[in-house]
């Protein structure tokens, strides 16, 4: 990581720290408003963020539409998709269950889940619940299997089963030797909700009780079949599928589909109950200061640089760093961000879609970067 600038740290100190009674800058909020409208401008259907300091407190904003058709505005009590920032939440809860005395880190998968199309690979047998938490498993990525891709194209609406998605690794070997590099995989966190089902029966009741409760989160939600005709107040989601700049509407199809994945995604939240989350988390609420340590154990890529924790990101942002986790999804993004030298959280998201390429994408490419300058430069 580049060295950072001590004297600017401490600008953005001052910039945020305006004291209890002052909350949020005025001149801030107005510089973060006109970078979102900018986007929003190009064609991205709806941002919303939410961001937290000490002395500032909460202030939330959302520019745009949840429903583009009916003109509908997007506001702040609207939920968003949390996509892969669902892992963060999966590996409290593992986390949780390993200071209960539960599991242990070290203990090999295979003491609690006994799938033939997960056995069937050389070397599985070595893959340990800490291998799954900072994806050095080696265990192969199961939703880029043509077979299931196209069982999803052909029936978009339907809601898979964990095993069924994740039983398209079947026949295939190990990435590479367990514990030897890091790669991001999708199917470590499916297989961590499969093992915390194991040891509590039902991990979404568990998380309900140990994380939403515990928390007051109550806009956030775990979605299955059972609730997936709710009105829970989900914003639209969009994608350019023609690749033409014209964002479509494909609510159905991403409810659907983020309804069948769990410990890797399946969650939806108001921004203000993700920060409270990720405050929750950092402030010892969750997990014990040794527990916290751990999750900041970093693996390093290929270029030797930090990049994943047990369940949480590392982000070089040049002039400091930031811990969370990013997601993205066939109709929505969104990135949750703790800043340890600010002592600042803030979560941005947004109903289009932030996976596959398109013009308003390409567009739109240092949005996240622009909004943090705002809020913090």
Not at 289 to 300: G, I
Request: glycine share 6%; aromatic share 10%.
């Amino acid at each position: 990581m580049k060295k950072r600038a001590t004297t600017f740290i401490l600008i953005l100190f001052s910039a945020l720290s305006m004291g209890q009674t002052n909350g949020f800058p005025e001149e801030k909020k107005e510089a973060v408003k006109a970078v979102l409208e900018k986007y929003t401008g190009m064609g991205i259907p709806g941002l919303a963020l939410t961001v937290y300091n000490p002395d500032a407190g909460f202030w939330s904003h959302a520019t745009g539409y949840s429903n583009v058709e009916n003109k509908d505005p997007l506001t702040s009590e609207h939920l968003f998709y949390l996509q892969s920032v669902s892992k963060t939440y999966m590996a409290v809860a593992i986390l949780q269950l390993y200071e209960k005395k539960k599991l242990d880190l070290n203990d090999p998968i295979t003491k609690y889940l006994s799938y033939d199309w997960l056995l069937d690979k050389e070397g599985v047998e070595k893959v340990t619940i800490k291998m799954l938490l900072n994806h050095t498993s080696g265990i192969p990525e199961y939703n880029t299997d043509p077979i299931l891709v196209s069982k999803i194209l052909h029936n978009p609406l339907k809601v898979f089963s964990v095993e069924e998605l994740v039983s398209h690794i079947q026949g295939k070997d190990m990435d590479f030797a367990p514990g030897t590099k890091y790669s991001y995989r999708n199917t470590n966190y499916e297989l961590l909700s499969l093992i915390a089902d194991k040891i509590t029966r039902d991990h979404v009741a568990y998380m309900e009780k140990h994380i939403f409760k515990k928390l007051g989160l109550k806009s956030t939600h775990y979605l299955s079949a059972n609730n997936i005709d709710d009105d829970l107040n989900i914003v639209d989601s969009y994608w350019d599928v023609l690749l033409v700049g014209i964002p479509t509407n494909v609510s159905k199809i991403q409810r659907a589909n983020v309804s069948s994945m769990k410990g890797d995604d399946g969650m939806v939240t108001s921004t203000k109950d993700a920060v409270l989350f990720l405050k929750g988390l950092v402030s010892g609420k969750l997990l014990k200061p040794k527990t916290l340590e751990m999750m900041q154990e970093f693996v390093l890529n290929d270029k030797g640089e930090k990049r994943y924790g047990l369940g949480i990101q590392y982000y070089d942002l040049d002039v400091t760093y930031a811990l969370g986790h990013s997601g993205g999804g066939i109709g929505a993004g969104c990135v949750l961000l703790y800043l340890p030298e600010l002592d600042s959280i803030v979560f941005m998201s947004t109903n289009f879609n932030t996976m596959m390429d398109s013009p308003i994408r390409r567009e739109a490419e240092n949005m996240q970067q622009d909004i943090l300058m705002a809020l913090f430069m």
